[in-house]
């Protein structure tokens, strides 16, 4: 988070997290691994170095193996293709100066490849921190605003610690003197 005197500027982290980049290679080396075990039951050699696969049928055997491998394949491509392009990426900007908020995200390639937010700094209502514990807990912060939905203004995935969240949401509240709600 970056601070002037009239401006807040956050970062969101998007999709190059070290999580994606370790599933992303998991499934590629896992995929090229049943990719390759079930092509050589298909062609009767041994394509593996780690492995011996001559007891292997094609059929079922090799037609599954070569089925998950070009799914695992498939799949690292797509994270691989989201790391680059960065989906969910973006910045949080809150310009007293010019009284102003913008938020922006970066999404997939095509016709809205940048999605961007501004509207006056009057119209935002307050900061509401949104809390679910349990198994899949949820902690986002969001920015209630005057005839529009609540804009989420943290990242999505992993959830942030709760007294960042805290720390953040009463941080932001103060600054655009609004009221920190669900805390």
Same mark, same amino acid.
């Given at each position: 988070?970056t601070? @002037?005197?009239?401006? +807040?500027?956050?970062?969101?982290l998007?999709s %190059? %997290?070290f999580s994606n980049?370790?599933?992303?290679s ?11 075990a079930g092509l $050589?039951?298909?062609l @009767? ?14 059929? &079922?055997? *090799?037609i599954?193996l070569t089925?998950?491998?070009?799914? *695992?394949?498939?799949? $690292?491509?797509?994270?691989w293709?989201?790391i680059?392009?960065d989906?969910?990426g973006g910045? @949080? ?17 095509? =016709? @809205? %490849?940048?999605?961007? +937010?501004e ?8 900061? =509401?921190?949104?809390i679910?514990?349990g198994?899949? &807990? ?5 920015l209630?605003?005057k005839k ?6 943290? %990242?999505v995935?992993? &959830?942030?610690?709760? $007294?960042?969240?805290e720390?953040?949401g009463a ?5 655009l003197?609004v &009221?920190l709600?669900?805390l």
């Open positions: 988070m601070t @002037n005197q009239g401006v +807040i500027r956050q970062n969101i998007g %190059r %997290r980049f370790l599933w992303a998991v499934s590629l080396i896992g995929g090229i691994g049943f990719l390759l $050589s039951s298909y @009767n050699t041994n394509l593996l170095f780690v492995s011996d696969t001559s007891e292997l049928q094609f059929i &079922p055997q *090799g599954a089925f998950y491998g070009v799914a *695992g394949c498939l799949l $690292s491509i797509y994270l293709l989201i680059l392009w989906v969910g910045y @949080n900007e809150f310009n007293k100066d010019q009284g102003i908020v913008k938020i922006s995200r970066s999404g997939f390639p095509g =016709k @809205n %490849r940048r999605i961007e +937010i509207f006056p700094l009057e119209d935002v209502q307050s900061v =509401k921190a949104e679910k514990e198994l899949n &807990p949820k902690r986002t912060l969001y209630k605003v529009r939905r609540d804009i989420p203004l943290t %990242r995935g992993e &959830p942030i610690a709760l $007294s960042a969240l720390n953040q941080q932001l509240a103060r600054f003197e &009221p709600e669900g």
